[in-house]
């Protein structure tokens, strides 16, 4: 079967998105982590298993409690997945190779290959994009292809990537040298071999990092493509939480800005619960985000983020800005519960917080420090 090639004509990039499940974020010359896994890497039946044994927790109104479960459920994923459970079709060579192979054959068109490594049931890639096409066609591509020629052979038929894939956008070097010695020893830290150069499917075992690597996607290169200096970011949440006449809590207003994102929000037990990402690597010299939350008269919201957010360290000595302001009405309650915040050696983070609450509104409010 000859392979599909994608077109590039009337593709763009899609800035920051989502598909309903992870945040995106896919801008034109930008430095791209990657990470997408196979379908059974963490099948259903045993996530059902763990929710359901963690339901009582999960849905607690007792929103510290609530909180610790989701933080162990995302604990048993992560283990789980980097335990190299499922079939592990990439252990076969012939399956790894096409995969790296598909790599390789898209290094100098859509993007430029920096590193990879091919685990057993999961895949990391770090890569500048180029021109117009977009990150999702990509990695679309990257995914479509490879299941073909390995569902050949195995002669069988059936989805052999997990929905979706997990990005971070690389925003200064000190990140970028971070992420390829993460993805280089990768197979190191399982306990697949000794040194990065003996994972044959790897970019260090390629010696990808030599003459060839260093003389297409050379340092000074990926350092003009990293939109760090002179290109700070300048952030927005405005979210409203109303209620409606049956009694029930809805965004009634939202706008945001990168670096910051809105997960899609859900009801539990009368409480709007809403998580706020951020699809990059963290906050920067010169980065400005500004929070208003407004929770009106007799409405519950609980805000959340999903992980740790990270201040780097800067290099311009212009610290990162936070203004938060908080608006809880009549009957109102409102509860801020975020991951640690963590500062990194030599970062410089300024954070402003305003909290206007009614007499009879309720507020829970977190904020803590877990510096490195």
């Excluded at 927005?236 to 997960?263: K, M, N, T, W, Y």
């Excluded at 800067?314 to 500062?343: D, Y």
Aim: glycine share 8%; with cysteine; net charge neutral.
């Amino acid at each position: 079967m000859k392979e599909k090639e994608l077109s590039l004509s009337g593709m763009s990039h899609k800035g920051v998105h989502d598909r309903g499940y992870l945040p995106h974020w896919d801008f034109g010359n930008s430095v791209q982590a990657i990470t997408f896994r196979l379908a059974d890497s963490l099948p259903q039946k045993i996530l059902k298993g763990w929710r359901e044994e963690l339901r009582v927790a999960l849905g607690s109104p007792d929103s510290e409690t609530s909180r610790m479960a989701q933080a162990d459920l995302y604990r048993r994923i992560s283990r789980y997945e980097d335990a190299g459970h499922g079939a592990c079709l990439l252990n076969n060579p012939d399956h790894a190779e096409a995969v790296q192979d598909l790599l390789i054959k898209g290094h100098g068109s859509a993007y430029r290959l920096i590193e990879w490594c091919i685990m057993p049931n999961h895949v990391h890639v770090l890569v500048r994009l180029l021109g117009d096409t977009p990150l999702g066609s990509v990695i679309k591509k990257w995914k479509g292809a490879s299941a073909i020629l390995i569902n050949r052979l195995e002669e069988r038929g059936g989805s052999v990537w997990m929905a979706d894939y997990h990005d971070r956008l690389v925003r200064n070097m000190d990140h970028f040298h971070d992420v390829r010695a993460y993805i280089r020893r990768n197979p190191v830290k399982a306990g697949l071999c000794e040194e990065p150069e003996e994972w044959r499917f790897s970019s260090a075992g390629a010696k990808w990092n030599g003459e060839l690597a260093r003389e297409e996607t050379g340092t000074r290169g990926i350092d003009s493509a990293l939109p760090v200096s002179g290109s700070a970011l300048s952030g927005h949440l405005d979210l409203r939480c109303e209620l409606r006449s049956d009694g029930v809590p809805f965004v009634s207003r939202q706008s945001f800005r990168a670096p910051i994102h809105l997960s899609k929000s859900h009801l539990d037990q009368g409480h709007l619960v809403q998580s706020i990402v951020n699809p990059t690597a963290g906050f920067f010299d010169g980065d400005e985000l500004r929070i208003n939350v407004e929770v009106e008269a007799g409405a519950r919201l609980v805000l959340s983020t999903p992980s740790a957010s990270r201040v780097y360290r800067t290099r311009s000595g212009e610290a990162a800005k936070n203004k938060q302001n908080f608006t809880v009405g009549e009957n109102a309650m409102l509860e801020w519960i975020p991951e640690p915040f963590i500062p990194h050696a030599g970062a410089r983070y300024v954070q402003r917080t305003l909290l206007d609450l009614h007499p009879s509104a309720s507020l829970l409010f977190f904020d803590w420090i877990a510096p490195t």
